[in-house]
């Protein structure tokens, strides 16, 4: 049984009765939970509600390519330590946004709105962490979930690195800001626990460190991802790429071209194309009877803005299929006309199916939450699922079998690689799996 006491839910309270559990027992209580004499499977707040059993969820169990050795037994059956480090913030939350100037309470609705972005993340990240472990708790998993609050303090992360108990654990999640997550990795990779890291895409966080795994792909796994895709779909095309004159963009281009001289031998050779503002004409690279492939190596949204609409004027004299970087998802104010006449590409770390599996998970969310399950959820599930599989199937060698099976979950797939350095190292591992996206009739399908 998990350790935990129902509380009265509210239609629109849970997620500030969840901040209010966590600013009481997480912030004065030294970010730890410690074991009740029931020895709970996870230990999680006392005042906290029972997470919803998934078990309608069915097809959640990875799916495997290629399996290097599977057995249903358990190598070893002790109780397994993992810590969460996000940045729940409790300590701000109650002097900012709980009572007004006059030192009276304020009304619930007022404080929800006033949830900063990344503390509305880490919550619901949280809360679809514990659904996954407790799935896995119904499976036979045996686990301790030690939680610690950041406090986006790099102060903070080393007090809480500064524990005796952590030094114990078997996994580290968290945290979710690159400077803090810097110290995490080198902690991990000097105490050799496994560390990942749930948001952040960033590659110089570590090096050499093959206890560090990134579940949020690096660009260069999209740019790799989208190569690919039009190696396959569009061989022989002349392709185009387009890039402005700046480092970022420099190298971004230059991915592209180095992936380009491992491909087949149909592709033609891509035409590097530095963006003028003053003086850019794409004429001379494109070819009236052929199909065009456009890659913009770019992440700068009003970059993306301008491009796109020289492209689509293009489009009436040319057949162009443009290919965009992630980050274009996020622009406010792209021309959708733009991106239905370019038969517009991208990829994107987390998609969404409709499926029941997805509906399964949504509703028991909704009955917990009285909210829908963000992108955070659906992915602290996965992680949660992914990772307690492992420890329940290979017991405490489970971090040799990362990358074993390919892991289709309710958010994204898990196909974690080791990221190579010149000398044949491993720098970290990598989740190698993005979704590429195609923009048709005004949504975006996945394609692969």
């Given amino acids: 049984m998990i350790s935990a006491r129902n509380h009265q839910r509210q239609l629109n309270g849970s997620k500030l009765i969840l901040l209010l559990i966590c600013g009481f027992l997480i912030f004065p209580a030294c970010s730890i939970f410690q074991k009740t004499a029931k020895s709970p499977d996870v230990v999680i707040p006392s005042g906290t509600k029972d997470p919803v059993d998934n078990s309608e969820i069915t097809e959640t169990e990875p799916k495997v390519d290629t399996v290097k050795e599977k057995t249903d037994t358990k190598i070893d059956s002790r109780r397994f330590r993992v810590a969460l480090i996000m940045p729940f913030q409790t300590d701000n939350m109650f002097k900012s946004y709980s009572v007004d100037d006059d030192n009276e309470p304020k009304d619930e609705e007022y404080i929800l709105d006033q949830i900063p972005k990344d503390v509305e993340m880490t919550l619901d990240f949280y809360q679809g962490l514990l659904m996954g472990f407790y799935r896995m708790e119904k499976k036979g998993l045996d686990l301790d979930l030690y939680v610690y609050d950041s406090k986006k303090s790099t102060f903070e992360t080393d007090r809480i690195l500064e524990k005796a108990e952590f030094k114990s654990m078997d996994l580290i999640i968290g945290p979710m ?215 329940n199937l290979k017991g405490k060698n489970f971090h040799k079998h990362v990358g074993d099976e390919i892991f289709e979950g309710l958010s994204t797939n898990f196909n974690f690689q080791p990221k190579l350095s010149k000398e044949n190292s491993v720098e970290y591992l990598e989740n190698s799996y993005v979704r590429v996206l195609k923009f048709e009739n005004y949504e975006l399908k996945p394609v692969n």
């Fill in 177 to 391: 800001y690159n400077k803090i997550a810097s110290k995490v990795a080198a902690f991990a990779k000097e105490n050799k626990i496994m560390h990942v890291l749930p948001f952040s895409p960033a590659d110089n966080l570590t090096s050499e460190n093959p206890y560090h795994i990134k579940v949020n792909p690096t660009i260069d796994v999209h740019c790799r991802n989208l190569y690919e895709y039009i190696v396959d779909e569009y061989p022989g095309e002349n392709i185009v790429i387009v890039y402005r004159d700046n480092s970022a963009e420099i190298t971004l281009s230059n991915k592209f071209h180095e992936l380009s001289m491992y491909t087949n031998d149909e592709m033609l050779p891509p035409k590097m194309v530095m963006y003028d503002k003053y003086e850019f004409d794409l004429d001379d690279y494109l070819i009236k009877d052929s199909k065009n492939i456009v890659i913009v190596a770019s992440l700068n949204e009003a970059f993306a803005q301008k491009i796109t609409r020289q492209l689509h004027l293009k489009s009436r004299e040319f057949d162009i299929t443009a290919f965009g970087m992630p980050t274009w998802l996020d622009a406010p104010s792209l021309n959708l006309d733009y991106f239905e006449s370019l038969n517009f590409h991208t990829s994107k770390e987390i998609w969404i199916e409709d499926n029941k599996n997805v509906e399964s998970f949504k509703s028991d969310y909704i009955e917990e939450m009285y909210a829908d399950p963000s992108e955070a959820a659906y992915l602290g599930f996965d992680i949660a699922y992914y990772f307690g599989y492992l420890m």
